[in-house]
């Protein structure tokens, strides 16, 4: 999973966009192409949100990328650009978070006649290396992957016990806590389930 850039723009009346501001990660290119790569980004960033409607949210593939945008009913918007394998939910949750903080510190009637680089926000650049790990910027997505390895270990426990059928056997009729009748339910239980897994 990779972030390569996040940039906040600005969607003014005429549909004409103003790129506010951006950061890219952009080590794994060679030095030579990244001022390109840099400069198609913009371009790119800017041509999606000239097409996404105001209030509205997408996710735009172009070749090996995601081109997640956000565009908010003041028209200032964001765009992530990440690889496909990026979690959707974390690449919007950051754009909302980058445009209210942007929001905050610079008023919306700086946004229109803005020029590149003048509204500077330096954490722009902080926000796309924290989010490089999807899991420990984002607390929903380190949740959900605490929970799946919960799953997981439980579910190894669970085959465990069903491995020692004969000794699950010699618990059962021991147990002073089940009844005659729970314990000749578990004896035709078996018997029953012995058959079809023969089958």
């Excluded at 009913?73 to 496909?84: A, E, P, Y």
């Excluded at 610079?106 to 796309?128: F, K, N, T, V």
């Amino acid at each position: 999973m990779k972030l390569f850039a996040l940039s906040v723009l600005y969607k003014g009346a005429d549909n004409k966009v103003i790129l506010l501001d951006s950061a890219q990660e952009l080590q794994q290119f060679g030095y030579f192409q990244r001022s390109s790569i840099k400069e198609f980004m913009e371009f790119t960033s800017k041509i999606i949100v000239e097409r996404t409607h105001i209030g509205q949210r997408s996710c735009v593939k172009e070749q090996e990328y995601m081109c997640h945008t956000f565009v908010r009913s003041d028209s200032l918007s964001g765009v992530l650009i990440s690889d496909h394998e990026y979690p959707t939910r974390v690449s919007q949750t950051l754009l909302t978070k980058v445009l209210e903080e942007f929001a905050n510190r610079y008023p919306p009637a700086s946004w229109p006649g803005a020029a590149m680089g003048s509204l500077s926000y330096p954490e722009l650049a902080a926000h796309l290396t924290k989010y490089q790990d999807p899991k420990q910027a984002d607390a929903m997505t380190k949740l959900q992957a605490d929970l799946d390895e919960t799953k997981i270990i439980l579910h190894g426990a669970i085959e465990g016990i069903l491995e020692r059928g004969e000794k699950l056997d010699d618990l059962v009729e021991k147990s002073e806590g089940l009844s005659m009748q729970s314990k000749a339910f578990y004896k035709t239980a078996k018997k029953t389930n012995q058959c079809c897994t023969i089958l």
